[in-house]
């Protein structure tokens, strides 16, 4: 068995940037899993990833252009502090900002009396990646996980297949209205 499209793939890798500083590192913690072929990994690593198997360790230095892309000066911008009212902005927060191009996950990179300067590029953007990765395990995916194109970490729920639970509500008339959704981070890795 081998990585190939519709397989769950997990890795351990050290990032470096162009200076040799560690950006990430997942050795010691979690391995990274994804489902490959899903365009759920930047181009340049997966390229390296195909038709690798578990123990096979590798490095591999991803440009921009096969990682998060260029850095696009238009995406940071400076926006009036009266707009923040009751946010409590601090530096590195990041949040969903309403654009003409749809919501966008946006960083706070500095704030000043009378602006807030956000930065919508993803922080690896116009970057030179440098990974170092151990590829620990790999399984076929499910085929819930292959109809979603990602991985179900916890076994299998994006909350819409959760069966509802009626009769508890029935008995216990008197307790607060509870919402029974699934935590963040237990499903789907956390993307929806
Ligand atoms: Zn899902």
Redesign the pocket.
């Known amino acids: 068995m081998h990585i190939e499209k519709d397989i769950v793939v997990s890795i351990h890798y050290r990032l470096n940037d162009d200076q040799g500083n560690e950006i990430e590192n997942s050795f010691g913690n979690e391995p990274m899993v994804y489902l490959h072929g899903h365009n759920n990994m930047i181009p340049g690593l997966e390229k390296e990833l195909e038709g690798k198997q578990p123990g096979d360790q590798f490095k591999v230095s991803v440009s921009p252009e096969d990682g998060y892309g260029p850095y696009v000066d238009g995406l940071k911008q400076q926006i009036p502090s009266e707009g923040f009212e009751g946010l409590d902005p601090k530096i590195g927060m990041e949040f969903t900002a309403d654009t003409e191009n749809g919501p966008i996950q946006v960083r706070v990179l500095e704030i000043t009396e009378e602006f807030v300067t956000v930065d919508g590029n993803h922080p690896f953007a116009g970057k030179t990646l440098h990974f170092d990765v151990d590829i620990t395990e790999i399984r076929d995916a499910t085929p819930?996980e292959l109809d979603?194109g990602?991985i179900?970490a916890g076994g299998g729920c994006?909350g819409s297949e959760e069966p509802e639970e009626e009769e508890e509500e029935a008995v216990v008339e008197e307790a607060p209205a509870k919402e029974d959704k699934p935590e963040e981070g237990t499903?789907?890795g956390g993307c929806?």
């Open positions: 819930t979603h990602h179900h994006c499903c789907c929806h």
